[in-house]
């Protein structure tokens, strides 16, 4: 009986142990059930974060980099994948250098660099930071890029609108203190003419006649530079006012064995036209000049939600990099023969128009130099397309394949222009 007694108890012992780990092991799953529900709410609140910290990344304009300590990639915003042209799906785990992009001269502060990019050079203000496990131990970086390429050019506008005023009034005085000698001249002159009229002399008297209506023309440029006159504003045809002034060039186009591809719908715009004509033909004279050994002269236009575009392109030698910043200087020319007026007149004419003119060039494969007029300037765009499609579109764009430079080619240099001697069996229309 004893025995029985002592496994009662123990069997009671047991229940109760039994009770008391039931117990506990509801109360432990009570408490899992807990933490499984505050971790699953840390962890929404956790990619909720994220999610809004990638959108906050994703929306800043500035392109931002996220390296490892390797200097691989990591991560990278949207802005970064559009400035370097890269998918970050498949750049992660590669190095910025591995697509010719080298940022290891970047410091800690802002710094100036240029990169090389589908749509040309780019001016980038660049930074970059460490990133730090908690203590020094570094583990990545951070690089900052902030495209100002924009900014820089409208510095540089502004900059030599400030010039291009200085020198106007240096002009207009200069202008005006030579053309009364002058006209004393061309008088003298066209008396002395008359008396030498039928003696072997009168071409001497002729010759001087024809040097000082020359020259007045010369300052007559000079004084519309400095002091240029208001347009009139009346409806012309871009199309109409481009067939003029190439068929002004014609014999010279012509005798360069020059093909023309002209895409240009009868668009109107409000302006001047003999100012307008006198930029279009500006420009067709440089594309020609440019191409001593033939070529394709382009003229398309194009127009945007902001603005109409008409572009003339060429293949000739293109612009040398350190004068492309020169180009619109009054004075500033390559050509021996020439007076380096003639884009300066231009920009001024288009600006006193509300617009300006841009300048694309590839040293050896040609340039494009667009006139940009306000979308307010425009009256009718004739097919009614006013998709936005010329927005940085790059220098290729309107350049034939045969005449673009390949990778590896030398480019041609100077105004013998080798390369132009390949195949011109593209033309659009001929006028």
Do not use: W
């Not at 440029?221 to 009139?232: D, G, H, Q, V």
């Amino acid at each position: 009986m004893e025995e029985l007694k002592k496994l009662n108890e123990a069997f009671a012992t047991f229940n109760l142990a039994s009770e008391t780990l039931r117990e506990y092991y509801q109360n432990l799953q009570r408490q899992v059930t807990r933490l499984s529900e505050e971790l699953q709410r840390k962890n929404t609140e956790l990619q909720r974060t994220l999610s809004f910290l990638n959108s906050v990344l994703q929306g800043i304009k500035e392109a931002i980099i996220v390296l490892d300590g390797e200097g691989k990639i990591l991560m990278m915003n949207r802005a970064a994948e559009e400035l370097l042209e890269v998918d970050i799906n498949g750049a992660r785990g590669n190095r910025p250098e591995d697509y010719g992009y080298d940022f290891s001269m970047i410091g800690r502060d802002n710094q100036e660099i240029d990169i090389i990019t589908a749509e040309g050079r780019k001016n980038l203000l660049a930074s970059l930071s460490d990133v730090l496990n908690g203590g020094d131990g570094l583990i990545g970086h951070v690089i900052l890029l902030r495209d100002i390429t924009a900014q820089k050019a409208a510095e540089a506008e502004k900059e030599r609108n400030k010039r291009l005023i200085a020198m106007g009034e240096m002009m207009a005085s200069i202008v005006h203190e030579l053309r009364n000698p002058l006209c004393s001249i061309e008088l003298y002159a066209s008396m002395l003419y008359k008396e030498l009229e039928g003696t072997p002399h009168e071409s001497l008297a002729m010759g001087v006649s024809t040097g000082v209506r020359n020259l007045n023309n010369s300052l007559s440029n000079m004084l519309y530079f400095a002091k240029p006159r208001i347009p009139k504003n009346t409806p012309c045809e871009i199309k109409r006012l481009a067939d003029e002034a190439l068929a002004l060039i014609k014999p010279v186009i012509e005798s360069r064995g020059i093909t023309v591809e002209k895409r240009v719908p009868s668009v109107i715009i409000n302006g001047d036209p003999g100012l307008l004509k006198q930029v279009i033909l500006n420009l067709l004279l440089n594309a020609v000049q440019a191409m001593e050994r033939g070529g394709v002269l382009g003229i398309y236009s194009e127009t945007d939600s902001r603005e109409f575009q008409l572009h003339v392109s060429d293949t000739g030698y293109g612009i040398a990099a350190e004068h492309a910043e020169r180009i619109f200087d009054p004075f500033f020319t390559t050509r021996d023969e020439g007076t380096g007026l003639g884009l300066s007149i231009s920009l001024k004419i288009m600006q006193a128009h509300g617009g300006t003119i841009r300048a694309k060039s590839l040293p050896g494969s040609g340039s494009v130099f667009t006139l940009c007029f306000p979308e307010e300037f425009l009256l009718s765009n004739g097919s009614g397309d006013r998709s936005d499609r010329s927005a940085g579109l790059p220098l290729e764009r309107f350049l034939p394949e045969d005449h673009r430079v390949q990778p590896g080619e030398t480019p041609c240099n100077g105004k013998t222009a080798p390369c132009l001697e390949r195949s011109r069996t593209r033309t659009q229309e001929s006028f």
